[in-house]
């Protein structure tokens, strides 16, 4: 980081400490508290739900060893979750986390973009809202199918 930037990101942090003083000074530190644990509360549980559905799905591949290749995993461990524009906006567009985890520092708003311009992101079959919640059952990684199941299909493969 160079001066400049680093001279950006304090005065950043002093606005942000002025703007939460003024604020309690403004409703006072319970009502403060009152509005920021909710949505603290609300965007912990979704950023939780998004790392858990992307990383955790019906076609999801994970390797080790000799099968690992950066590019395929990238491209395969990760989903492509396909969100309305509101939501893709709110979620700074981490639903191209296949892009994401092929190289990370393109900045989030330029994967839309990206997966555009691009052929090879468009292969990844997305995930929408709804097939989203089917993962909610996958929990254990089959080693011998290669796929991701739920306890229900282990307990049918012992049988």
């Not at 009152?34 to 992307?54: D, E, K, M, R, T």
């Not at 290749?69 to 981490?94: C, E, H, M, R």
């Not at 090879?120 to 097939?131: A, E, G, H, N, R």
Request: hydrophobic letters at 45%; one cysteine or more.
């Amino acid at each position: 980081m160079n001066r400049k930037e680093h001279v950006y990101l304090q005065l950043t942090n002093l606005a942000l400490i002025a703007a939460i003083a003024l604020s309690i000074w403004a409703i006072g530190w319970k009502a403060y508290l009152l509005i920021q644990i909710p949505v603290l509360y609300i965007a912990s549980v979704h950023g939780v739900w998004l790392f858990y559905v992307q990383h955790q799905y019906d076609q999801v591949v994970w390797t080790r060893g000799k099968e690992w290749d950066y590019k395929n995993i990238a491209l395969q461990g990760s989903s492509f979750f396909k969100l309305p524009v509101v939501l893709q906006w709110f979620t700074g567009n981490i639903g191209f986390h296949h892009i994401h985890h092929l190289s990370p520092r393109i900045p989030n708003y330029k994967l839309p973009l990206c997966y555009k311009e691009n052929p090879m992101f468009q292969d990844v079959q997305p995930i929408t809202f709804l097939s989203s919640l089917r993962s909610m059952r996958l929990r254990l990684w089959d080693e011998k199918r290669k796929k991701i199941i739920g306890f229900k299909a282990l307990h049918l493969n012992a049988t």
